[in-house]
């Protein structure tokens, strides 16, 4: 199962990531509290170097195959689909009847936002092969997030809605013991299996730059809305020092 989302951190005007944290998903923030507090960041694996993705390169690539997300991140969006249908129209989206699609059986089951034929590959050179020419529901023809999007119309900050899947992007949970969040190489990528060679460095966001900088500098904006969400000091489990 590919865990994808997209950080489209420069998408949305910067002066909105000023706006105080807040989620929509308080369940997820709690689950992802405990989670840090089983370890510490894998600080080593942030000084590996990455640059942020532009929108106009990447086009939203990391949104080829949708979100997987809480059976409660999925209700609360999926009432949010029907309460804000007009604003989602608004902004040129054509949502289908069911935005969200079920995977397996309980109690392995998975929830997913639903996703559309988008031909990626016909705009982006070198698009991997082994991303599919799909796009996520609520991704815009753009490549920006629709979530995104409405929670800074309504004045929220720009992850409110957003899954949390999709703003940790490309920081992912770490199953090592000791340790609770890294920052995948395509050789450690959870994702990674026999036909499938990974996600994370396949993205325009997640793979290595060697011009780029450490992905600490890189993903401070992550760092800081994980940090707040869940009220543990994950920067400076990273080294960050300063506010
Ligand atoms: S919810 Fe938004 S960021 Fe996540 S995959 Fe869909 S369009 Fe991309």
Redesign the pocket.
Known sequence: MIV???G?GESDGCAAFRRPASTAFPGDAARLRRWLRRGRVDARSFQRRVARCRLTDCR?M??Y???VVSWQTRRVLERLVIKAAEAFRALGLRLPAQSFVRLGWWPLQVHK?ATRLHRFSAVIADYPAHFGDS??????DDG?????VLSVDRGLHPWHY??T???M?PIKLATEPGFSVFLPRQDTDPSRHRGYPGYVEATACGCSRPGGEPASRVLDRELRFLGAVTGVPVRSQVGVVGP
């Open positions: 994808p989302g997209c489209q939203g990391c949104c195959d949708g979100a936002t796009a996520c529901v609520f991704m815009l920006r997030c629709g979530l995104q957003k899954p899947v999709c703003w992007q």
